[in-house]
C-alpha cells in the first residue's frame, strides 16, 4: 500500500529544496534565508522545521541534492574511447559548475561556517570521485595523486571562470590543453604508459 502521508511529506522536502535552490541561485550560497524559502513555498518560516530540523539540514539537503545533479550530468558513454569519456567528463563537470555557481560554492568551496555534509550525502560526493577514478584507471593511470592533480587543475579552471569572468569562456575554452598537458605530464612521469591514449 501507498504511504501517501510520506509522499507528501518527501514532495514538500523536495519543494523545499527547490526553492532554497533559488534563493542560493540569486542571492548566493551564503544568503540562504529560511524567511524566503518559507515564502516561495507558502508556508510561515517555522512551519520549515516540520521537514528540516536546522538551516544545516537544508544545505545537507542541498548538497545532497548538488551531487546527484552532477553525477547524473556527466557523461557516460559505452561507445566512447577511454581519453574521450575523460574529455566529455571534463566538459560536462566545468559545464555544470559554470552554469551554477551556488552549487559550485556549496559542493567544493568550505563557504558556509559550520557545514559539513551528513556521512549519506558524503556519499554522494564520494560515488563522482570513484568515477573519476574509474575514468583514471580506464587510461591506465592508478595514481591517486594523479587524480588530486585532475581535480585541482579542473577546480582552477572552474574557479577563475566564476571569479573573473561569470558566464564568459575565457577559463572553460582551456579545459582540453589542460587535460592534454596533464596526460604528457603523466607519461613523461611515468604513471601513463606509451599506447595508453
Request: net charge negative; aromatic share 8%; hydrophobic share 40%.
Amino acid at each position: 500500500m501507498r504511504d501517501r502521508r510520506a509522499e507528501r511529506r518527501e514532495a514538500t522536502r523536495a519543494e523545499i529544496v527547490a526553492a532554497a535552490w533559488e534563493v542560493v541561485g540569486e542571492n548566493g550560497i551564503g544568503a540562504l534565508s529560511l524567511r524566503d524559502v518559507a515564502e516561495r513555498v507558502g508556508m510561515r518560516p517555522p512551519s520549515l522545521y516540520e521537514y528540516f530540523d536546522s538551516k544545516n539540514a537544508i544545505y545537507d539537503a542541498l548538497f545532497a541534492d548538488g551531487q546527484r545533479m552532477l553525477y547524473d550530468a556527466l557523461t557516460e558513454d559505452k561507445d566512447l574511447d577511454p581519453l574521450e569519456q575523460m574529455r566529455a567528463r571534463t566538459h560536462d563537470f566545468i559545464d555544470f559548475c559554470v552554469q551554477n555557481p551556488a552549487r559550485t560554492q556549496l559542493l567544493f568551496v568550505r563557504t558556509i561556517p559550520g557545514f559539513e555534509p551528513s556521512p549519506e550525502s558524503y556519499a554522494l560526493a564520494v560515488r563522482t570521485l570513484t568515477a573519476v577514478n574509474e575514468a583514471f584507471a580506464d587510461l591506465g593511470v592508478d595514481d591517486p595523486s594523479a587524480v588530486d592533480l585532475y581535480t585541482a587543475m579542473i577546480s582552477g579552471l572552474v574557479n577563475q571562470q566564476l571569479a573573473n569572468e561569470p558566464g564568459g569562456k575565457r577559463w572553460v575554452v582551456l579545459a582540453d590543453e589542460m587535460l592534454d598537458m596533464l596526460l604528457d605530464h603523466l607519461r613523461k612521469t611515468g604513471r601513463l604508459t606509451e599506447g595508453e591514449p
